[in-house]
């Protein structure tokens, strides 16, 4: 227990000072612990690894939950993850367990608890694929309960975790997947092929994938940041054919019975890539990252940076951007 900031706990390195922070390193601890904070009756803001969100920088008046327990298990095909523990370890031991399922899913940064809440996918793989089941803590009704892969709700980055009847009030314990012992990689985008030939084994794609990843993603350490902040927007077949006739190098994918414009594109095109904007900026490498630039961005910067690139990209294609960052005490 104690204070912090979220500027200490996300990836951005941004948000206003924390009233309460609290850490809880295993199931055994959690009745005892939310019994209290409720007496206090705060706001409950659960925490992972803080890869996903931008804070504002107002004060939070209410207590931020970390749930530590970390340690992951296999056992035949299945793997558990407590959720704290590191989403890419999670793909390591998979990897090395030579269960197929996650591997493209390598170098994802996050708890393995956070990563049903946005349903983290990757290069053609998402983690709906292969979750049974997850075990939560229900903080109104004080009981654990679990939510098998059907409840969770998945769809493209979403869950039922980020729906208003659920958003922080379950403190997701751990994660079960079920994977394929000795199953063949998958390797549908090309972005991965250019760098597997052959038959590539599971630890190649984990190394490819990593490899792909340093080139095109910021890595925190060096500015802050939470990953793609924009959602890839999904339009009908008359959009995308008057889109194509007017810019012939989109890059739209089938998605379902509609299709997927690669929102990096779109931010790209609008000449945002590697701008700066006050103590802020979009990354260089990759136009959908925003950037903390100078280490001293406010959320405000961030946020208003990403209304004027939803802006350009809807004065020059009519698509209005959906964040993928949650925003937080906005
Ligand atoms: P990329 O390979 O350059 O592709 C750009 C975009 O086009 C991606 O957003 C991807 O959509 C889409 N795309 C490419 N090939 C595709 C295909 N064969 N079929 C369908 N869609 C295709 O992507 P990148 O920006 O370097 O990112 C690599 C992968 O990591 C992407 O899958 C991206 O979503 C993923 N990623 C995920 C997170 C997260 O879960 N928070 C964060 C960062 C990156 P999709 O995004 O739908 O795959």
């Known amino acids: ?26 199931e055994d601890e959690i009745t005892g612990i939310i019994g209290k904070i409720k007496k206090d009756n705060l706001p409950i803001f659960i925490i992972g690894g803080g890869t996903d969100i931008l804070v504002s920088d107002k004060d939070f008046e209410g207590v931020v939950i970390k749930y530590t ?50 349903n983290i996918g990757a290069y053609g793989q998402e983690l709906k694929d292969t ?21 969770c709700k998945f769809d493209y980055r979403e869950s039922i975790f980020k729906s208003k009847s659920h958003w922080q009030k379950y403190i997701i314990c ?20 250019n760098n597997l030939k052959g038959e590539p084994t599971l630890q190649n794609v984990r190394d490819s994938v990593i ?33 194509e006739k007017l810019f012939s190098d989109i890059k739209i994918y089938p998605f379902k019975n509609k299709y997927k414009i690669a929102a990096g594109w779109l931010v790209e095109k609008t000449g945002w890539k590697g701008k700066e904007f006050g ?10 990252i925003l950037i903390n630039r100078t280490g001293r961005a406010t959320a405000e910067d961030v946020f208003k940076l990403s209304e004027e690139i939803i802006k350009d990209v809807n004065n020059k294609f009519g698509i209005i951007l959906e964040r993928e960052v949650q925003l937080i005490n906005f």
């Open 131 to 151: 979750l049974t089941k997850i075990k939560v803590y229900d903080i109104q009704n004080e009981k654990f309960v679990t939510y098998t892969n059907k409840d």
């Open 1 to 26: 227990m104690g204070t912090k900031n979220f500027s200490d706990l996300t990836s951005f390195k941004i948000g206003g000072k924390i009233r309460k922070y609290i850490e809880i390193s295993d």
């Open 211 to 243: 490899f792909t990843r340093r080139q095109r993603i910021e890595d925190y350490d060096n500015f802050g940041n939470a990953g793609s902040f924009f959602k890839n927007p999904i339009v009908d077949q008359a959009k995308k054919l008057s889109l």
């Open 279 to 288: 103590n802020a900026g979009v990354s260089p490498k990759h136009a959908l």
């Open 69 to 118: 327990g970390d340690k992951i298990k296999v056992r035949g095909e299945m793997l558990t993850a407590e959720a704290g523990a590191v989403w890419d370890d999670v793909v390591k031991l998979s990897v090395e367990n030579n269960l197929q399922g996650i591997e493209c899913l390598s170098g994802i940064p996050g708890t393995a608890g956070a990563a049903p809440i946005q």
């Open 174 to 193: 751990s994660v079960t997947l079920k994977l394929v012992k000795n199953g063949k990689a998958l390797i549908n985008y090309d972005s991965l092929k």
